[in-house]
Each structure stands twice: as structure tokens, then as C-alpha cells.
């Protein structure tokens, strides 16, 4: 397929209203399934390794991988990023920058090899040089799949991507697992992103049906790679950001805080990046076709924004209420003192859907540059909070860290919405009902729960229940309030008329 330009609304079939719409809702809804059977296997291929492998082997691969997403974010470049923003984009331009792409990659991965015998006497274990060797094949293989993908998405081709996501998964897994039993040690972990890698190139190659022509810079290739370079900036500025808290923990409070704090954060993130990733990926594609449209771009966002904190935030309530509960089901009884974190955590992430959002409205309407500083006041916000709150050790850090990572959050939506067809004045109309139903809904729960302690429920059966009637009175409450009947109609309408 030799393609000579890709337009804004130009995708297959065509462009009209309805196919932006349809192809808006089938893609959050396979993307979600995508992330659900995603997130199945990759529990299970977890507790398999688990039960394979020495906890000293995974400890091995843990060293490489912080080193590893370090380089990873240079790896794209954003490019991939860029590919999607863009309103048009010409064969010549999408060529020069898959080279581009490959050519980055391959002077990373030299430079991780090199690299590799310093990291290995960092951590006083020789293993880490193989390890971090066959780590940079991986880096060059994303560099020859990078265009490709982000192709596919520009396209909305949401069912393939889903489809490239669990088989990749799927194969990954089971080449880890025998592997394993075959006695490969810490090498089966290798050995299992390695045919995940190998697995997306190939899809990734078939279905985009594109093949790349010779390199030639074209007059908008620069604006491309400093669009993508501000994407890497504000990536990078995020990955420091989050390290942050797990640096200083450690140093601060020691392993086992850490251990505590870890598990508990991967306990909120996990479920809450099921919602957020499918949300995330339609988001970004759809806004970028619609942002020359105003009406349908304001309209489009607000749907995705009010989805995302519908799905999240009755969930996140209910865990800040019974964070104890979660941790005593999901990790055990020996977890108990992580109970508390995962509540102050929950309430940290309450506003995190404006950040995600925030995020949405830069990139498709080309802001990168105003992300990046926001990036950098995020970093401000985390550091001061974990200046402060280390006065107090674990808990006040983790108090500290809810506090201002909600007013980040919210500082950065309004920002976001400062300009644009989007404005915060709007968001605030359309979205507090979800606030207001969200909280009756968990009161109305913590009212239900003392009546089940008081029958002997089961941890399990109370936690289970207690998560389902938060959602369930969210939506009663919803249905009582005026805007909030309003809303629930127009998403019931998603399926029959044209809203977007």
C-alpha cells in the first residue's frame, strides 16, 4: 500500500460522523476487552513463574528493567506520538521518521550494551551483562515496529491493535513459562519479552499493510521531531516524577516500607490503568481528527472525560474507604499495615482521570510544550510533598502525596482547559453529578457494610460486595439528580444516534 496522505477524518471506510462514532465506541469497548484478558493472563502467567522461577531470578531481571524503561523513553522519541497528532501526513514524512525510529533505536541499544558492564558493578552481579545484552535487541525491534503502530491507531484500528496485544501476550507467556520448566532460570523472563517483541513487529507489519520508502526529509519533518522530542521531555519528566516516591522511601524509611509502598501502589494502578489505557488510546486518536471541529471535539471530550471518571472513581472511593479490606483479600493477612497506604493512595489518585484528560487536550491540540512545564511543576508538587512529609516517615509521606497530588491534578486540568474549545467552567457542570452520586453512593456502601459485619460476612464476600453496591448507588443516585439522568441518557444514546 503506498500511501501519499493521511488525513485528519480520513480513516477506513470513510469519514463521515458515524464512522468517527462507531469507530470511537467499538474501540473502547475492544480495547477494554483487550485490557481485560490482558490483565487475566498476565495474573496468571504471574503465579506460574512465580511457582518456576527463584524470587533471586526475578530479582536479577528487576535490576535491568529500571535501566531499561530509562532508555525506553528515548527509544520512540514521541514519534509515535507525533504520527497520531498530526492533521495530515505525507508517505515521505512517515518514512523519514520509521528510519529515524531505527537509527535512535540502534545507537540506544549500542549504548545499553556498552553500558552494561558498569551497571553489572554497580550491583556487584556479572549476569546483569548477557541480561542487558539481549535487552537491546528489544530496543531495536520497538524501533522497527514503532511507525507501524502508531499508524494502526491513527487509523482507529482498534480491533487489530487489541488483537496484537493479547496474541502477543498470550505467546509471550507461553514461550516464559516452558521455558521455565525447561530449566531456563531468569532467562525464561528474557526469553518471554523477547517473543512479545517479535510478535508485535510481525503484527504490527501485517496489518498496517505499509511499507516504508527510502529516507527523504520533507519541510514538516522537523516540526515532527521537535513535536516528538517535547513528548520524550514530558515522559521523561513523568518517569522521574514517579520514581521519586520508591527513591525516597527507600532511603528514608528502608525495604520493608518500600516493599509496603510498592505493592500497594501497583495494587491501585493496576485496575485503575485497565480503565484508563483503552480510554487513553481512543482519546487521543479521535481528538486529533475532531480538533479542526469544535462542537464535536468539545462534545467528544466530554463523553471520554465523564466515562473515565464514572469507571473510576466509585472505585477508587470504596478503596479508600476499605483499603485495609482490599489488602487482607488480595495479598493476606501478613500485608495488614499496607491497609492504610492504599487508602491514602486511593484518595491521591481521586482527580487523576483530569490529569489523563489534561493530557488528551495537549497532546491533540499540540501542546506539548505547555505539558512539559506542567510536567515539571508536577515534579515540584511531588518533591515538596515528600520534603514535607518524610518529617512524619511512611504515613506522612503517603498523606503528603494524596494532598498534592490532587491539587496537581486539578491545577494541571485547568490549565489544560485554559484554552482551547474545552473550558473548565463546563467540565464543572457537566461532571459534578458524577462527584456528588460517586460520594452518596459510597456512604450509602459504608452504611450496607456495617450490617454485613455484623452477620459474619466473609472478608471476601463484604469486599466484593461493598465494590458492587458503590457502583450500584452511584447510579441510583445518578438517576435522582436531574444532569445526572441526562448523562446516562446521552451515554445509552452513544449506541443508537449520532452524539459524536
Known amino acids: 500500500m503506498n500511501i501519499k496522505k493521511i488525513r485528519v477524518n480520513s480513516f477506513d471506510p470513510d469519514n463521515t460522523s458515524d464512522n468517527l462514532k462507531s469507530a470511537s465506541i467499538r474501540g473502547v469497548a475492544v480495547t477494554s476487552a483487550g485490557q481485560g484478558v490482558r490483565f487475566f493472563i498476565q495474573f496468571g502467567t504471574q503465579i506460574i513463574m512465580a511457582r518456576l522461577l527463584l524470587p533471586s531470578e526475578f530479582g536479577l531481571i528487576a535490576m535491568a528493567l529500571p535501566f531499561l524503561s530509562l532508555v525506553q523513553i528515548f527509544n520512540d522519541l514521541g514519534l509515535s506520538r507525533a504520527t497520531v497528532q498530526q492533521s495530515t501526513i505525507s508517505h515521505e514524512s512517515l518514512s523519514y521518521l520509521f528510519w529515524l525510529n531505527v537509527i535512535v533505536s540502534f545507537v540506544l541499544a549500542m549504548l545499553f550494551v556498552a553500558s552494561a558492564p558498569f551497571i553489572s558493578a554497580v550491583y556487584g552481579e556479572p549476569k546483569l551483562e548477557g541480561?542487558?545484552?539481549?535487552?537491546?535487541?528489544?530496543?531495536?525491534?520497538?524501533?522497527?515496529?514503532?511507525?507501524?503502530?502508531?499508524?494502526?491507531?491513527?487509523?482507529?484500528?482498534?480491533?487489530?491493535?487489541?488483537?496484537?496485544?493479547?496474541?502477543?501476550?498470550?505467546?509471550?507467556?507461553?514461550?516464559?513459562?516452558?521455558?521455565?520448566?525447561?530449566?531456563?532460570?531468569?532467562?525464561?523472563?528474557?526469553?518471554?519479552?523477547?517473543?512479545?517483541?517479535?510478535?508485535?513487529?510481525?503484527?504490527?507489519?501485517?496489518?498496517?499493510?505499509?511499507?516504508?520508502?527510502?529516507?527523504?526529509?520533507?519541510?514538516?519533518?522537523?516540526?515532527?521531531?521537535?513535536?516528538?522530542?517535547?513528548?520524550?521531555?514530558?515522559?521523561?519528566?513523568?518517569?522521574?516524577?514517579?520514581?521519586?516516591?520508591?527513591?525516597?522511601?527507600?532511603?528514608?524509611?528502608?525495604?520493608?516500607?518500600?516493599?509496603?509502598?510498592?505493592?500497594?501502589?501497583?495494587?491501585?494502578?493496576?485496575?485503575?490503568?485497565?480503565?484508563?489505557?483503552?480510554?487513553?488510546?481512543?482519546?487521543?486518536?479521535?481528538?486529533?481528527?475532531?480538533?479542526?471541529?469544535?462542537?464535536?471535539?468539545?462534545?467528544?471530550?466530554?463523553?471520554?472525560?465523564?466515562?473515565?471518571?464514572?469507571?473510576?472513581?466509585?472505585?477508587?472511593?470504596?478503596?479508600?474507604?476499605?483499603?485495609?479490606?482490599?489488602?487482607?483479600?488480595?495479598?493476606?493477612?501478613?500485608?495488614?499495615?499496607?491497609?492504610?497506604?492504599?487508602s491514602w493512595l486511593a484518595i491521591s489518585f481521586i482527580f487523576f482521570s483530569l490529569r489523563m484528560s489534561a493530557g488528551w487536550l495537549f497532546v491533540s491540540q499540540g501542546r506539548a510544550e505547555e505539558q512539559i512545564y506542567f510536567g515539571l511543576l508536577s515534579a515540584v508538587f511531588t518533591a515538596a510533598a515528600l520534603f514535607i512529609g518524610m518529617i512524619w516517615g511512611l504515613t506522612g509521606i503517603i498523606i503528603c502525596l494524596a494532598i498534592f497530588s490532587n491539587i496537581d491534578n486539578v491545577v494541571t486540568f485547568l490549565a489544560a482547559t485554559s484554552r482551547g474549545p474545552v473550558s473548565s467552567k463546563l467540565c464543572l457542570k457537566e461532571c459534578y453529578p458524577i462527584l456528588i452520586s460517586a460520594i452518596l453512593g459510597c456512604a450509602i456502601t459504608w452504611v450496607a457494610n456495617i450490617g454485613l459485619q455484623e452477620v459474619g460476612a466473609g472478608n471476601t464476600l463484604r469486599l466484593f460486595l461493598n465494590l458492587a453496591s458503590c457502583y450500584f448507588f452511584t447510579g441510583v443516585a445518578l438517576i435522582v439528580i436531574p444532569s445526572g439522568r441526562r448523562m446516562l441518557v446521552e451515554f445509552w444514546g452513544l449506541w443508537s444516534s449520532k452524539t459524536i
Open 131 to 342: 541480561i542487558i545484552s539481549a535487552f537491546a535487541t528489544l530496543l531495536i525491534i520497538s524501533g522497527l515496529s514503532a511507525q507501524q503502530a502508531a499508524l494502526l491507531e491513527r487509523r482507529m484500528k482498534f480491533s487489530q491493535l487489541a488483537v496484537m496485544d493479547v496474541l502477543c501476550l498470550f505467546i509471550g507467556s507461553l514461550v516464559g513459562i516452558f521455558s521455565a520448566i525447561l530449566g531456563c532460570g531468569y532467562w525464561s523472563i528474557v526469553y518471554m519479552q523477547a517473543a512479545n517483541s517479535i510478535v508485535i513487529l510481525i503484527m504490527v507489519w501485517y496489518y498496517s499493510n505499509w511499507i516504508p520508502s527510502f529516507p527523504k526529509k520533507t519541510p514538516g519533518s522537523l516540526k515532527l521531531i521537535i513535536f516528538g522530542g517535547k513528548i520524550t521531555g514530558y515522559n521523561l519528566i513523568y518517569y522521574v516524577t514517579n520514581s521519586l516516591p520508591s527513591i525516597t522511601i527507600g532511603i528514608n524509611s528502608g525495604a520493608i516500607p518500600l516493599g509496603l509502598y510498592d505493592r500497594s501502589y501497583k495494587l491501585i494502578i493496576t485496575p485503575l490503568w485497565q480503565v484508563q489505557a483503552p480510554l487513553a488510546r481512543v482519546a487521543i486518536s479521535l481528538l486529533s481528527r475532531l480538533v479542526v471541529i469544535q462542537a464535536k471535539y468539545t462534545k467528544a471530550f466530554m463523553l471520554l472525560l465523564k466515562a473515565t471518571l464514572l469507571l473510576t472513581m466509585p472505585g477508587l472511593l470504596c478503596c479508600a474507604t476499605y483499603g485495609t479490606l482490599f489488602v487482607i483479600v488480595v495479598l493476606g493477612e501478613a500485608w495488614v499495615a499496607a491497609g492504610v497506604i492504599v
